[in-house]
């Protein structure tokens, strides 16, 4: 979840907008993505359980 606007990346879903494809996993995201809504980066987003 992003700790700036809360958005939440889901790992089942990715983001194919983004590049990112169904079942990334977190880790594998890029380092230099960014938040689709807000464009924090990696950083500052935090895990949480859903």
Same mark, same amino acid.
Do not use: I, T
């Given at each position: 979840m992003c700790l700036i606007c809360g958005f939440i990346y889901d790992e089942a879903a990715g983001l194919p907008t983004e590049g990112i494809a169904p079942g990334t996993?977190? @880790?594998?995201?890029p380092p230099n993505w960014t938040c689709? @809504?807000?464009e924090?980066?990696?950083e500052d987003f935090e895990m949480i359980e859903i």
């Open positions: 996993r977190w @880790e594998d995201v689709p @809504e807000c924090a980066r990696k």
